[in-house]
């Protein structure tokens, strides 16, 4: 893959603000981006981040054809850029794209992409606690057509934020009983725009009443619990770590499918089965319910201190000796490198 870079005269780095990085407050100084077009990937280039420059017709504006993914990488103290997954990463952006009627991007030319932006982009890893660069790649449909059907042209792009060395704070979740993220037969596994454009309204929604985010769930009945807005969930019941199965209503997260692999090796005790939402709330109302939580890579793991349903709010409780602390410990060991990668999840940029 021969790759152009352009590089930029100054880098913005010095007026990063890293004792307050927030998340993707800052974008690195570059961008990667390729072409599509006559049937392959080519054009390959480093750029400075910049606008893009698109047709007012360019399909996607229109009509949303249209994905993206979302990994970190994180530096060791031996100051290596460590990246988390990739490989799972690409897998899914592929699972995407079928679904949306747009080209494969081979795998090594996802993985090869991220390692040459982080070559140049080396010194935005950041190195204090809990902090990492998050890598953002999407593609889109690029013809300047209006009428739906699958474009001929697109664009990949990655774009890196930073993103801090924040605690996540415990959320409050609603159940949601009337609007639905995603049916059998939609596009809901798929990491694609229209998913959360269609969510926007009943977050905002449950905002103006106190929540965070919404716990999605099944759109025919409302019965049972799926995800909520960009992460998977998980309920401790009975001292059993409990996690809905996947199916074309669920997004296939690396950090399910990671917390799925460490079980074992914590000693927790895991099922992934359907979990009603009368199951949650009874379980609340006797006490076997003792935590919650999501999981995604932007916050790795979000504590649920309160579930709202049917007008009435329950609290959950959460904190440190908790199996959800247990395993966001274990996970950022191996994604610092501190503790061996027995999975084989990492790779060192060289
Ligand atoms: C990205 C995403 C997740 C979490 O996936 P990770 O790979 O763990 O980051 C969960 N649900 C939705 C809807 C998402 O978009």
Redesign the pocket.
């Known amino acids: 893959m021969e790759v152009i870079i352009n590089k930029v005269k100054k880098s913005k780095i010095s007026s990063v603000d890293f004792k307050n990085l927030g998340f993707c407050k800052y974008y690195s100084d570059h961008m990667f981006i390729a072409e599509y077009e006559e049937g392959e990937w080519k054009n390959f280039k480093i750029t400075p981040f910049q606008d893009l420059k698109l047709s007012p017709a360019c399909a996607t504006l229109h009509y949303g054809q249209t994905i993206f993914?979302?990994?970190k990488a994180y530096k060791n103290n031996k100051d290596e850029i460590l990246i988390f997954r990739a490989k799972?990463?690409a897998e899914?952006f592929n699972k995407s794209a079928q679904r949306m009627c747009m080209p494969e991007l081979p795998e090594n030319i996802f993985t090869n992409s991220i390692n040459e932006l982080l070559r140049v982009d080396k010194n935005w890893v950041p190195k204090q606690d809990n902090s990492s660069l998050y890598i953002r790649p999407l593609m889109f449909a690029k013809d300047p057509y209006i009428g739906i059907r699958p474009a001929d042209k697109y664009i990949y792009l990655i774009i890196c934020g930073l993103a801090g060395g924040y605690y996540s704070e415990p959320v409050n979740v609603k159940i949601e009983e009337k609007f639905t993220?995603a049916i059998a037969g939609g596009v809901?596994y798929a990491?694609t725009a229209a998913?959360?454009a269609a969510a926007l309204y009943p977050a905002v929604k449950s905002q103006s009443e106190g929540y965070h985010q919404l716990i999605w769930t099944d759109g025919k009945k409302h019965e049972y619990v799926e995800?909520?807005?960009?992460?998977?969930l998980f309920f401790v019941i009975d001292g059993k770590l409990l996690t809905p199965p996947l199916g074309d209503t669920?997004?296939?997260?690396?950090?399910?499918?990671?917390i799925i692999s460490l079980c074992k090796n914590l000693n927790i005790d895991l099922e992934v089965r359907k979990i009603s939402v009368e199951e949650i709330i009874l379980s609340i109302k006797n006490g076997q319910l003792t935590e919650a939580f999501g999981?995604?890579?932007?916050a790795t793991i979000a504590p649920i201190k309160m579930i709202g349903y049917d007008s009435k709010k329950y609290k959950i409780s959460y904190g440190k000796n908790s199996i959800s602390q247990k395993i966001l410990s274990k996970l950022n060991k191996i994604k610092y490198g501190i503790d061996e990668d027995i999975f084989n999840w990492i790779h060192k940029i060289k």
């Not at 995800?227 to 998977?232: A, D, I, L």
């Not at 669920?250 to 990671?258: A, C, F, Q």
């Open positions: 993914e979302g990994l799972k990463n899914r993220r809901g990491k998913n959360y995800e909520s807005g960009t992460m998977n669920v997004l296939d997260g690396v950090t399910r499918d990671s999981a995604g890579t932007a």
